[in-house]
């Protein structure tokens, strides 16, 4: 007969290795289920395959332990791209864009769902490298060095804006950093330029001379007019009288004077200084 094996109280009861295990289990997946989304993320929670219906804000959240969460950031990005993409001449420039942009956050899920999380390379990068060239294509080398930079730059955001808003993502901005001609280009496009601002300061000066040449005619009129109205105005009687006023003032002062009266009614008198020493005569005033 077999014996039958005694308890020993040292030892725990097979059972109670099992509690401790799932108590273990329960606790790491009790502490498995606080999930923290960080800040300007929005997170997409998948289990087994499948996407829950809501995205997950900012912060601490619970969900099944065995749930993944994939966060997404909200925050700007910036994309650079440099492209070498030809011009209405078939000539090829270099064009180096960037591009601003966040996700919406109502969007985030579908994003996952038709992009996934390399989005920038399935969907922002292409767009905006086929957006670029085919704008430049309609664009000459000239008006990309000169004034078709603002008018790409308007087009590239108009264009990729619609783009971009079908599929979750929000754009702010479109920069055209540096547009790179080829050397012998550049040089004839700046010549030309420099030619036409010589000739745009030359027509300046000449027409500053026409300006100066007819104020100067003016300003001839001007005298030649005063100069008849004054002549008009001075009658030989004035004349006449002036002098008689000229004469008497001489003949006031205390210096002793030679006065010889002229032969003829239009003959003021003529004042003679009398000499104040040994040899010479004085000054005479012929009227």
């Given at each position: 007969m077999m014996?039958?094996?005694?308890?020993?109280?040292?030892?725990?009861?097979?059972?109670?290795?099992?509690?401790?295990?799932?108590?273990?289990?329960?606790?790491?997946?009790?502490?498995?289920?606080?999930?923290?989304?960080?800040?300007?993320?929005?997170?997409?929670?998948?289990?087994?395959?499948?996407?829950?219906?809501?995205?997950?804000?900012?912060?601490l959240h619970i969900v099944y332990p065995w749930s993944?969460?994939?966060?997404?950031?909200?925050?700007?990005?910036?994309l650079d791209s440099e492209n070498v993409v030809p011009t209405q001449e078939g000539l090829n420039v270099e064009l180096d864009v960037a591009v601003l942009f966040h996700l919406d956050p109502k969007g985030v899920r579908d994003?996952?769902?038709?992009?996934?999380?390399?989005?920038?390379?399935?969907?922002?990068?292409?767009?905006?490298?086929?957006?670029?060239?085919?704008?430049?294509?309609?664009?000459?080398?000239?008006?990309?060095?000169?004034?078709?930079?603002?008018v790409?730059?308007?087009?590239?955001?108009?264009?990729?804006?619609?783009?971009?808003?079908?599929?979750?993502?929000?754009?702010?901005?479109?920069?055209?950093?540096?547009?790179?001609?080829?050397?012998?280009?550049?040089?004839?496009?700046?010549?030309?330029?420099q030619a036409e601002q010589d000739a745009a300061r030359m027509e300046f000066v000449l027409t500053k001379e026409e300006q100066e040449a007819k104020r100067k005619t003016v300003e001839a009129d001007g005298i030649a007019k005063f100069q008849h109205i004054v002549s008009e105005g001075i009658s030989p009687q004035l004349l006449q009288w002036k002098g008689i006023e000229a004469t008497e003032k001489l003949a006031e002062s205390k210096n002793a004077k030679l006065v010889i009266v002229g032969n003829s009614d239009n003959n003021l008198p003529v004042l003679l200084s009398a000499p104040t020493g040994g040899g010479g005569g004085g000054a005479a005033f012929d009227s």
């Open positions: 014996g039958v094996e005694k308890y020993d109280g040292s030892r725990p009861p097979p059972t109670g290795k099992y509690v401790v295990l799932g108590g273990l289990i329960f606790l790491v997946g009790f502490v498995c289920a606080f999930r923290v989304v960080p800040p300007a993320h929005a997170g997409v929670v998948t289990t087994f395959g499948s996407v829950a219906p809501e995205t997950l804000s900012s912060g993944q969460i994939i966060n997404f950031k909200l925050k700007t990005q910036l994003l996952y769902l038709t992009l996934g999380e390399d989005y920038v390379e399935v969907l922002v990068r292409p767009e905006l490298a086929s957006a670029v060239r085919g704008l430049t294509s309609e664009q000459s080398a000239k008006a990309l060095y000169t004034s078709g930079r603002r790409i730059q308007t087009h590239l955001f108009d264009e990729l804006q619609t783009k971009f808003s079908k599929r979750g993502l929000l754009l702010e901005d479109v920069l055209l950093k540096a547009i790179k001609l080829p050397s012998l280009l550049t040089d004839a496009i700046e010549l030309k330029a």
